[in-house]
């Protein structure tokens, strides 16, 4: 049998919906499950970080908090979902400083709190250093965005910029000085973007970014069953890329489209309801359309090719 790492991720969480049972609501696919409840649907999310892997150079520990909080917090905004609250389970090591854990959970409150949640409990371990977070957030009335409502036609764009969280990480690998690392240390969900896209009524599918805008892509494009077109051209710089680029020779397309930590959103919409998503005054880039290929296709002055999988 195949080990994890031979499946991938992607691959593995496939495996798993076919093994457990299908749930009410909205299970396993998207960036968050929704919970059906008589008083309103649950939005509920969990993700993990360790030490091992989301612990760069720099990082303090109560940045490391932030990052726990906001990784799950992002897939709620994924869906447009409101933060209600966060649980915490740490595995921490035996020999780690409990003012280390402290500041961890100081950085876990204070993400929490920039979007007017709380942390209502959670657990601790002796174990390897990881934290575990739940998240669980509201829709207040709102259709929750999903994965798989893209559709021939539609419009891609993206919120903020892409690569400022990759040029931060080269940035610290390769000794540069002068590069801005707040995108990869302490990273803030588009929330408030999250909840307008949905309160639009125009966007037809959406994914965080955390793992990258080739792995976002090809996501909506297997969930939705349609084709990608994005021009590289119109692909809103990070901070820092160009001049990581410059100084190290890796490739912005490394940068913005196969290195995750930029958590922004991507997002289809309806070009017919244009309006109603400019009503919501949300700051977005166009970066393609929907077609009916089964793959995203990223295109330059001379020629496209397919996306590939997302590295990082």
């Not at 992607?10 to 495996?15: C, F, N, T, Y």
């Not at 409101?82 to 959970?105: K, R």
């Not at 920039?114 to 409990?121: E, H």
Request: proline share 4%; with cysteine; hydrophobic share 40%.
């Amino acid at each position: 049998m195949a080990s994890l790492k031979d499946l991938g991720e992607r691959a593995l969480i496939e495996s798993i919906r076919n093994i457990i049972r299908q749930p009410p609501g909205i299970g396993p696919g998207d960036d968050s499950a929704i919970i059906p409840s008589v008083d309103g649907d649950i939005v509920a999310c969990t993700d993990s970080i360790t030490f091992e892997r989301h612990f760069p150079k720099g990082m303090t520990y109560e940045e490391f908090g932030w990052m726990a909080a906001a990784v799950n917090i992002s897939d709620l905004a994924a869906m447009g979902a409101e933060p209600v609250a966060l649980l915490a389970a740490l595995t921490m090591p035996p020999d780690l400083d409990a003012s280390s854990l402290y500041d961890i959970m100081s950085g876990m409150d204070q993400c929490a709190e920039a979007f007017d949640s709380y942390i209502y409990g959670g657990d601790t371990k002796f174990g390897c250093g990881a934290v575990s977070c739940t998240a669980i957030g509201k829709l207040s009335g709102r259709k929750p965005l999903l994965r798989s409502g893209a559709r021939p036609g539609d419009v891609i764009a993206v919120t903020g910029s892409l690569g400022a969280a990759a040029a931060g990480f080269f940035a610290i690998e390769n000794g540069l000085e002068g590069i801005s690392l707040e995108a990869l240390m302490t990273p803030v969900p588009r929330v408030y973007e999250g909840i307008a896209l949905s309160s639009s009524g125009a966007v037809t599918s959406c994914i965080d970014l955390s793992d990258g805008l080739a792995e976002g892509a090809r996501s909506i494009c297997s969930a939705s069953r349609v084709g990608m077109e994005i021009h590289m051209a119109f692909l809103p710089e990070g901070e820092g890329v160009d001049a990581v680029n410059e100084a190290t020779g890796i490739s912005k397309e490394e940068m913005m489209l196969y290195w995750g930590g930029d958590y922004e959103l991507l997002f289809t919409f309806d070009k017919a309801k244009m309006e109603s998503l400019y009503a919501e005054d949300v700051e977005f880039t166009v970066i393609g359309i929907v077609s009916n290929d089964n793959a995203p296709y990223i295109n330059y002055e001379n020629g496209r090719e397919a996306m590939g999988n997302g590295r990082h």
